[in-house]
């Protein structure tokens, strides 16, 4: 049996009213900025495997970065600041010339020293005002 358009219509609609009314409106904004908090707790997470040593979990927290940037942000900078894409491209994963990228580094494990200042570099290089 397959439903009615109009039946799947009305069901997503009213499921639609319920959660409006049971979610606080907080809850209901779009806002990117938990985009970038989310990158940066990941990113965050991997300076502090790689200051304990921890290489296997820093890889898998750098992964775990990049691929909410991929899922989300990177969708809205190729719409409004494409000119953005190749440099946090380059800061994620291998860089270029003297601008090793975070991928590079993780791989011949360097220090925290060498690390974190690669890794406070994306912050700066994000268009925010674009993000909205």
Same mark, same amino acid.
């Given at each position: 049996?397959? =439903?009615?358009? %109009? +039946?799947?219509?009305?069901?997503?609609?009213?499921?639609? *009213?319920? &959660?409006?009314?049971?979610? !606080?409106?907080?809850?209901?904004?779009?806002?990117?900025?938990?985009?970038?908090?989310?990158?940066?707790?990941?990113?965050?997470?991997?300076?502090?495997?790689?200051?304990?040593?921890?290489?296997?979990?820093?890889?898998? =927290?750098?992964? %775990? +970065?990049?691929?909410?940037?991929?899922?989300?942000?990177? *969708?809205? &900078?190729?719409?409004?600041? !494409?000119?953005y894409?190749?440099?946090?491209e380059?800061?994620?994963?291998?860089?270029?010339?003297?601008?090793?990228?975070?991928?590079?580094?993780?791989?011949?494990?360097?220090?925290?020293?060498?690390?974190?200042?690669? =890794?406070?570099?994306?912050?700066?290089c994000?268009?925010?005002?674009?993000?909205?």
């Amino acid at each position: 049996m397959v =439903a009615e358009p %109009d +039946a799947i219509q009305q069901a997503v609609d009213q499921l639609d *009213a319920d &959660l409006r009314t049971l979610l !606080p409106p907080a809850w209901q904004k779009q806002d990117s900025q938990a985009d970038f908090d989310m990158i940066q707790a990941a990113l965050d997470q991997m300076e502090r495997a790689v200051a304990a040593g921890d290489y296997r979990a820093a890889s898998s =927290a750098h992964l %775990d +970065a990049y691929a909410l940037l991929e899922s989300g942000s990177e *969708a809205r &900078l190729i719409a409004f600041a !494409p000119q953005y894409i190749i440099p946090l491209e380059d800061l994620f994963w291998y860089g270029q010339g003297e601008h090793l990228g975070l991928a590079h580094l993780l791989e011949r494990q360097a220090s925290p020293q060498e690390i974190r200042p690669r =890794a406070a570099r994306w912050t700066p290089c994000w268009p925010r005002r674009w993000m909205r």
